[in-house]
């Protein structure tokens, strides 16, 4: 849906061009910066990410500029180390089958370790701030520490791509497609509509993802499919996590 999020935002009627050329400028600039160095990309994708993740799970949140940032990313990154810390030796598995050099760098025990604890301290701290200052209710609090203890015992119990697969594809997507169709209401009149808008651009990513997937596969045998669909992924995904910035900024968020 960014290309409807996109006209929504802008509220221009040509503005379908510029928005290609940004999308694939953005698409491009990361698929670079994976190739000259897999280590700053990695740190972008995660810290946009954990930004993306927090932003969404706290809409609404009445905390002031930068506070409410800090919440954005710390809480982000509670789930991303979270995943990674408790299948740390998987994930450097599957970072290693692509030959980069740059896990024992940053991507080991004490890092996560200490990324983890710094992520609960703030969070903490962040949210008994926002409780005592009566910018969010201890109900939503518990709710939201309920998810983040199931999150917990799935990636414990199980491995970090069925733990991530239960977060993204339950948690976050549901709460980001409520977002989407609320704010496209003026364009998309129906749930079908909305569905409908969506399938063309999906199938178009889909196939290319999948094609990928088949020539790394035949030529490439060597580098685990999981890893490179995550290379893919992120390229796809930084240009619709900034498109949704300004979705989740808008005062007409729900």
């Not at 030796?89 to 089958?97: A, D, G, H, T």
């Not at 009149?189 to 569905?195: E, I, L, Q, R």
């Not at 030529?219 to 995550?230: A, D, K, N």
């Amino acid at each position: 849906a960014d290309h409807l999020i996109d006209l929504r935002s802008k509220k221009e009627s040509n503005s379908k061009p510029r928005f290609y050329a940004q999308y694939l400028l953005l698409m491009a600039i990361m698929g670079i910066t994976w190739y000259l160095s897999s280590g700053i990309a990695m740190m972008i994708f995660l810290s946009i990410s954990a930004f993306h993740f927090g932003q969404s799970q706290w809409l609404g949140i009445n905390l002031q500029s930068p506070l409410n940032y800090f919440l954005y990313l710390s809480w982000g990154m509670l789930i991303l180390s979270t995943l990674i810390f408790f299948n740390l030796q998987q994930c450097i598995e599957l970072i290693n089958s692509i030959g980069w050099d740059f896990t024992t760098k940053w991507f080991n025990g004490s890092v996560w370790t200490s990324v983890l604890g710094i992520s609960v301290l703030l969070v903490s701290a962040l949210l008994t701030y926002s409780w005592r200052t009566e910018k969010i209710d201890a109900q939503q609090i518990m709710v939201e520490v309920a998810f983040i203890l199931l999150l917990l015992v799935l990636s414990v119990s199980t491995d970090v791509l069925f733990s991530f697969a239960v977060y993204f594809g339950v948690w976050h997507s549901t709460k980001a497609l409520v977002l989407e169709y609320d704010f496209l209401n003026s364009l998309v009149k129906t749930p079908k509509h909305f569905v409908l808008q969506l399938i063309p651009y999906t199938l178009v990513s889909l196939i290319g993802l999948f094609s990928l997937y088949f020539i790394f596969k035949l030529y490439l045998p060597q580098v685990s499919i999981y890893m490179v669909m995550f290379v893919l992924i992120s390229i796809l995904t930084v240009p619709h996590l900034l498109i949704m910035h300004p979705l989740y900024e808008s005062k007409e968020r729900i």
